[in-house]
């Protein structure tokens, strides 16, 4: 959840460690800070809230040193403020932290028997005690360091630099990621790759259980039973560009209107240019003889397999089950013999999905991962990876992301289909052409986005918010209602539209803005119907439909967005962007951070 980046430089390391940061502000804002080591001694400036808060303080005190250490803050423990925030040190050790340490109160107390003295409420700040305790006993820093990350429980990744030794980090990985980069008489630590884009694309990725020294002339990494360990070293993707805002004014609106391009750029790894029909990579099961498909995934993924599951059972007659990643651990599940388990993330990092990815092989489950990482670890974990190519996506609230992963999804459900027989030869061209036509439809979408601009304002306004769907619509109101929440913090639901009569219909009044999401598909004269059912009652209701479907209703609604006519197939990727655009319009409007929205981050690695 935390970023964390680490350098030994050549030049003052100050700049490049606050550059890092910006770039892990996605994955934590509570808070931000730097230790750098000054004539050997360690040194630090620290501030609460934002990197922008943190680049004031250097400002107003500047902090030398090649050599230093930064973070970027996620509160688990302890609330934001500058006392709780990284890197936490004394005058031996810094130390900065992704994680939890869950048996951080049983060592702060042994460490206050012994007389340590805490100044923060973070259990990071056991780690600076335990480091000093072993270093106090005469060990050297590596020793000393090793000793405590033995005794640490949890999931985390750390670096540390110590005083009066320049040219020496010290990183471990265990459950959080952690990279390091390879530089011209210079070496980083950094949460991932984004993060060390400017300076290197010479990254390796350490794996779980390996402590790494980083030295100017290389690094030694120790896997977990402490043996020296090769870690193989890639040349990353030059991304150090691609994060910028270009004219936009917030990351997320960018990637908005990045879709139409990004969704071509992931068809193009899975349609056949010649023959126009999809041609996957070798997977490590077979969809002929498949039992059944578990699918893993938190938050807006999470809807991307509630969607999948409407295609897998009704093109592919393939059982899904779906499950939250946080959730899939403790029902003791049950999994077909022969089956396969599908976990999707953005990062690819997210705790509780990586989890259950694990307790799924163990549970000799056949597994796959469709990430936006190539070199993410449910990439190097799983048994066969598909990667979207939707490119850095800064905007903590998953927009471009999450129509990849849908793109996806959607090819291989088509070859789930072809592969078991369920469709014909002219079925599957079709849905084959209707995927391939949503780049240029997404496109037409967001044509749209200053009529949608005109009814953010109701919805802004609002103080509850519906959103309504059948089918594959269902889990488009689910997600339309997440983005809502994500960015204004206007409280907003998602339902099955044939459940409002079962209890939710008693929450509509006329100053309850209600988005129904109706393509024109065999689920519309029943979508209609609740649709009527909610004007009934004095629902104020924004319609999203086709030419169909407006014609057929639109008279009823309080305002009508008007979308392309296309396959009820893919209808699911191309009704989620004006949701998107909805709630970014109404953040705008109420003034809040829309890229950076309270309380959250982007890469949730701690469970």
Known sequence: MCGIIGIIGAAPAVPKLVEGLKRLEYRGYDSAGIATLVTGRIERRRAEGKIVNLQAALDADPLRGITGIGHTRWATHGRPSEANAHPHANSMVAVVHNGIIENFQELKRALAAEGHAFESDTDTEVIVHLVTRYLNRGM??????????????????????????????????????????????????????????????????????????????????????????????????????????????????????????????????????????????????????????????????????????????????????????????????????????????????????????????????????IVNVAESTMAREADGTL???????????STKAFTTQLTVLACLAIAAARARGTVDGEREAALSAAITEVPARAAEVLDHDSRLKGLAQEVANARHVLFLGRGTGYPV????????????????????????????????????????????????????????????????????????????????????????????????????????????????IRGTDVDQPRNLAKSVTVE
Request: hydrophobic share 50%; with cysteine; net charge negative.
């Open 140 to 369: 050297a820093p590596s020793q000393a360091a090793a000793r405590a990350i033995a005794e640490l429980e949890g999931a985390f990744a750390l670096a540390m630099i110590f005083a009066g030794h320049p040219e020496l980090v010290i990183g471990a990985r265990r459950g959080s990621p952690l990279a390091v980069g390879y530089g011209d008489g210079e070496m980083f630590l950094g949460s991932d790759a984004l993060a060390l884009a400017p300076l290197t694309q010479r990254i390796c990725y350490l794996e779980d259980g390996d402590v790494v020294e980083l030295t100017r002339d290389g690094a030694t990494i120790r896997d977990k039973f402490g043996a020296v360990a090769a870690r193989p070293i890639r040349e990353t993707a030059a991304i150090g560009d691609a994060i910028g805002k270009g004219n936009f004014a917030h990351y997320m609106l960018k990637e908005i209107y990045e879709q139409p391009t990004v969704i071509g750029d992931t068809l193009a790894s899975f349609i056949n240019p010649a023959t126009r029909a999809v041609a996957l990579p070798d997977l490590p099961f077979d969809f002929a003889d498949l039992p059944r498909l578990q699918m893993l995934a938190c938050g807006t993924s999470w809807h991307a397999a509630l969607i999948a599951r409407y295609w897998f059972e009704s093109l592919a007659h393939l059982p899904v089950d779906v499950d939250i990643g946080s959730e899939f651990r403790y029902r003791a599940p049950q999994l077909a013999k022969g089956g396969a388990a599908l976990a999707i993330s953005q990062s690819g990092e997210t705790a509780d999905t990586l989890a259950a990815l694990r307790l799924a092989r163990e549970l000799d489950q056949a597994t796959m991962a």
């Open 477 to 588: 109101a689910l997600e339309g209602a997440l983005k809502l929440k994500e960015i204004t913090y206007v409280p907003a639901e998602g339902f099955a539209a044939g459940e409002m009569k079962h209890g939710p219909i008693a929450l509509i009044d006329e100053d309850i803005p209600i988005i129904v999401v109706a393509p024109y598909d065999a689920l519309f004269d029943k979508t209609a119907s609740n649709m009527q059912e909610v004007i009934a009652r004095g629902g104020r209701v924004i319609f999203l439909s086709d030419a169909k479907g407006i014609e057929r209703l639109g008279d009823l609604a309080a305002a009508t967005v008007e979308l392309p006519a296309v396959d009820p197939f893919v209808a699911p990727i191309l009704y989620t962007i004006p949701v998107q655009l909805l709630a970014y319009h109404a953040a705008v």
């Open 387 to 397: 990667l979207t190519h939707a490119g850095p996506e800064v905007g903590v609230a």
